[in-house]
Nanobody, 115 residues
Framework: QVQLVESGGGLVQPGGSLRLSCAAS????????IAWYRQAPGKQREFVAR???????NYADSVKGRFTISRDAAKNTLYLQMNSLKPEDTAVYYC?????????WGQGTQVTVSS
């Protein structure tokens, strides 16, 4: 079993930055992929960024050049550095881990970009 706990969300002005964290416990950073998704009010959950099984990194086009995903295996923590934030980045951000045993989600952390 895997538990994921996100933190670091909050209110930020357009152009500002935030760093999200996802602390994982249980059977975590073995052979798995781990990713960030987000869900804005009234919209479907969408992919943001992923670190794949072999360390390959992918980003949604909407965040390329502004967001950086990274992980610290020693701390079992995934990060999302978000720069140049825009109002359309406002959403609940979720951490997702997929391994051979299952597909796991955190409870989410709210990010609001507003002046």
């Amino acid at each position: 079993q895997v538990q994921l706990v996100e933190s670091g969300g909050g209110l930020v002005q357009p152009g500002g930055s935030l760093r999200l964290s996802c602390a994982a416990s249980g059977s975590t950073f073995g052979l798995n992929s781990i990713a960030w998704y987000r869900q804005a009010p009234g919209k479907q959950r969408e992919f943001v960024a992923r670190v794949g099984i072999y360390g390959n990194i992918n980003y949604a086009d909407s965040v390329k050049g502004r967001f950086t995903i990274s992980r610290d295996a020693a701390k079992n923590t995934l990060y999302l550095q978000m720069n140049s934030l825009k109002p359309e980045d406002t959403a609940v951000y979720y951490c997702n881990l997929v391994n051979l045993r299952g597909d796991y989600w955190g409870q989410g952390t709210q990010v609001t970009v507003s002046s």
